[in-house]
Nanobody, 123 residues
Framework: QVQLVESGGGLVQAGGSLRLSCAAS????????MGWFRQAPGKERAFVAAITWSGDNTYYVASVTGRFTISRDNGKNTVYLQMNSLKPEDTAVYYCAADLSVETVTSGRNDYWGMGTQVTVSS
C-alpha cells in the first residue's frame, strides 16, 4: 500500500505561483511513477502532469505546459508540482497519483490517490 498526502494548496492571485507537495509513505516512492490530476467544480478529474520513477521523463497536459513543472525527490519520498503564472481556470482540487506504470498514471487508472488539496486562483 502507498499512502499519499498532498499539501501546499491555497488562495493566490492570477499570475502568482504555488508549489504543491505530495508525500508518500508505506512503500519506497522510487519504484512508482507519479502524477497530478485536478478536478474543478462541476467537472471530471483530469490529468495535469506525470513523471517516471527515475524522473527522466515528464508529461503535461497542453494547458499547463510551460507554466507547471513536476519533479520528485525519491530520497524524501516526495513529488512536487511547481505552478507559475496561475490563471483562474487553474482553480481546482489537485490530487496526487501513483502507479508502477507511467502510462497507467497518465490514464488515471492508477491504484493510489491522495485526498487532494484545494487551489484557488482569483482574478
Amino acid at each position: 500500500q502507498v499512502q499519499l498526502v498532498e499539501s501546499g494548496g491555497g488562495l493566490v492571485q492570477a499570475g502568482g505561483s504555488l508549489r504543491l507537495s505530495c508525500a508518500a509513505s508505506g512503500r519506497t516512492l522510487g519504484q512508482y511513477a507519479m502524477g497530478w490530476f485536478r478536478q474543478a467544480p462541476g467537472k471530471e478529474r483530469a490529468f495535469v502532469a506525470a513523471i517516471t520513477w527515475s524522473g527522466d521523463n515528464t508529461y503535461y497536459v497542453a494547458s499547463v505546459t510551460g507554466r507547471f513543472t513536476i519533479s520528485r525527490d525519491n530520497g524524501k519520498n516526495t513529488v512536487y508540482l511547481q505552478m507559475n503564472s496561475l490563471k483562474p481556470e487553474d482553480t481546482a482540487v489537485y490530487y496526487c497519483a501513483a502507479d508502477l506504470s507511467v502510462e497507467t498514471v497518465t490514464s488515471g487508472r492508477n491504484d493510489y490517490w491522495g485526498m487532494g488539496t484545494q487551489v484557488t486562483v482569483s482574478s
